[in-house]
């Protein structure tokens, strides 16, 4: 009786010490992960639109960065960095919707928030070109590094995807013209100037898409014969950050387009999540083959 009177004045203490609006549920706890990607279109295809809305349906709230120029290179970002030079637009995805500032530098934008991933990509028609790399990732590693707020920050490559076979992008001959030469080239490239710049993670969107290619749904994935197209184009490439960002499995995912239907919907999610899986080559989603796709 004398120890449970204990418990009882115990309890009663630390329910005046801590009141019961101090606690909060396990469920009702949001994570909050901070990404920022130094990049281009390609950046705004994959991260810009519905990566947001798949997280929040996990509860995890993201605050996304992109700091864009269309069709920028590499060797532009080193040589804005280098120059300090104001020329993005600096997309911010938050709880509070979408934000543009223009005229902003590299700087400015590392310096916004303490992230805890920074991405980097070539434009899509060096992408698969491993010199194109090494001198302006390596310079523009080293500068990010040193002004990134984060000690812990992870840096991460992002592994574009392959131009539709019927493309007439001029860089698409640097590849034969061929979808799978290419695909081929940006998924050995991507990894190898991971593992010469000791990046942490290389993101497969590329994979993605190329897992979905093989589907019944075939090579419509693309709005120009590059860009990803508005619904299941980005929702494929960011359903894979999604579960790179988040370890958890897009796979019956609750947030898609609404213009979506769910053998599309399906296809996205277990097209990404077989990218994270084998981020190198194409998974075959054998549900889902096309009949052009043969053993």
Same mark, same amino acid.
């Given at each position: 009786m004398k120890k449970l009177h204990q418990f009882?004045?115990?309890?009663?203490?630390?329910?005046?010490?801590?009141?019961? %609006?101090s606690f909060i549920s396990l469920?009702?706890?949001?994570?909050?992960?901070?990404?920022?990607? $130094?990049?281009?279109?390609?950046?705004?295809?994959a991260i810009e639109n519905y990566l947001y809305d798949l997280a929040a349906s996990e509860n995890i709230e993201l605050i996304i960065g992109n700091l864009y120029i269309g069709g920028a290179s590499l060797?532009?970002?080193?040589?804005?960095?280098?120059?300090?030079?104001?020329?993005?637009?600096?997309?911010?995805?938050?709880?509070? @919707?979408?934000?543009?500032?223009?005229?902003t530098n590299i700087e400015t934008a590392i310096l916004d928030e303490d992230w805890d991933y920074i991405s980097f990509q070539q434009v899509s028609n060096n992408s698969g070109k491993?010199? %194109?790399?090494i001198e302006p990732l390596s310079n523009l590693l080293a500068y990010t590094k040193n002004l990134a707020t984060n000690s812990e920050a992870k840096y991460w490559l992002h592994q574009t995807w392959a131009y539709a076979e019927n493309s007439t992008h001029d860089g698409f001959s640097n590849y034969n013209n061929d979808q799978e030469t290419m695909y081929t080239a940006i998924t050995e490239t991507a990894r190898k100037v991971s593992i010469s710049l @000791?990046?942490?993670?290389?993101?497969?969107?590329?994979?993605?898409?190329q897992n979905a290619r093989n589907t019944l749904l075939g090579d419509n994935f693309t709005r120009d014969g590059y860009h990803l197209n508005? %619904? $299941?184009?980005?929702?494929?490439?960011?359903? %894979?950050?999604?579960?790179?960002?988040t370890g958890i499995s897009a796979v019956g995912n609750s947030f898609g387009p609404s213009d979506m239907d769910e053998t599309a919907l399906k296809i996205a999610q277990l097209a990404a999540h077989s990218a994270i899986q084998n981020p190198d080559e194409v998974t075959f989603l054998e549900e889902y083959l096309s009949e052009i796709v043969v053993d």
């Amino acid at each position: 009786m004398k120890k449970l009177h204990q418990f009882s004045l115990i309890a009663i203490i630390l329910f005046l010490a801590f009141p019961s %609006t101090s606690f909060i549920s396990l469920e009702k706890k949001v994570t909050v992960i901070k990404i920022l990607a $130094i990049g281009n279109s390609f950046s705004e295809d994959a991260i810009e639109n519905y990566l947001y809305d798949l997280a929040a349906s996990e509860n995890i709230e993201l605050i996304i960065g992109n700091l864009y120029i269309g069709g920028a290179s590499l060797d532009l970002h080193w040589q804005n960095a280098q120059e300090n030079k104001a020329a993005y637009e600096y997309r911010k995805v938050t709880t509070q @919707g979408k934000v543009v500032l223009k005229d902003t530098n590299i700087e400015t934008a590392i310096l916004d928030e303490d992230w805890d991933y920074i991405s980097f990509q070539q434009v899509s028609n060096n992408s698969g070109k491993y010199e %194109t790399y090494i001198e302006p990732l390596s310079n523009l590693l080293a500068y990010t590094k040193n002004l990134a707020t984060n000690s812990e920050a992870k840096y991460w490559l992002h592994q574009t995807w392959a131009y539709a076979e019927n493309s007439t992008h001029d860089g698409f001959s640097n590849y034969n013209n061929d979808q799978e030469t290419m695909y081929t080239a940006i998924t050995e490239t991507a990894r190898k100037v991971s593992i010469s710049l @000791g990046l942490d993670y290389v993101v497969p969107s590329g994979t993605a898409i190329q897992n979905a290619r093989n589907t019944l749904l075939g090579d419509n994935f693309t709005r120009d014969g590059y860009h990803l197209n508005y %619904t $299941i184009g980005r929702y494929t490439a960011a359903s %894979t950050w999604f579960e790179a960002l988040t370890g958890i499995s897009a796979v019956g995912n609750s947030f898609g387009p609404s213009d979506m239907d769910e053998t599309a919907l399906k296809i996205a999610q277990l097209a990404a999540h077989s990218a994270i899986q084998n981020p190198d080559e194409v998974t075959f989603l054998e549900e889902y083959l096309s009949e052009i796709v043969v053993d």
